[in-house]
């Protein structure tokens, strides 16, 4: 082989070898990309469930709130009838103290 030949080889091989390591660089940075878009998919995606998840967590604190306070509200409220009813019954005697107390005042 002439030394034409050969340094003509290894100047296509020299080119050959840019091109090769200029292809990887491209194809690293292109798989670099489409993995740091994809990564930042996975974050917008966990992101935005647990918002979803955290909404429904309150949603479910806030029914579990309203459902106590409503049975807190029906205790009393029955407590309430209950104090009612006892006073009703209450008011003869209460009465019958008040006329006797008045009338022990008037006949001192």
């Not at 194809?27 to 878009?37: C, E, F, H, P």
């Not at 990564?39 to 647990?50: H, N, P, T, V, Y």
């Not at 429904?56 to 009838?81: S, T, V, Y």
């Amino acid at each position: 082989m002439a030394n034409n030949e050969i340094l003509s080889e290894i100047k296509r091989a020299e080119e050959d070898a840019k091109k090769a390591t200029s292809d990887a660089l491209e194809d690293k940075n292109r798989k670099l990309a489409k993995a740091r878009a994809e990564a930042r998919q996975i974050l917008e995606d966990g992101e935005e469930e647990s918002v979803k998840a955290a909404q429904a967590a309150q949603r479910k604190g806030e029914q579990e709130l309203d459902a106590k306070r409503a049975e807190i509200i029906n205790e009393g409220l029955r407590e309430a009838e209950a104090v009612a009813v006892k006073s009703q019954s209450n008011i003869p005697k209460a009465v019958s103290f008040l006329l006797e107390e008045f009338e022990r005042e008037i006949r001192v």
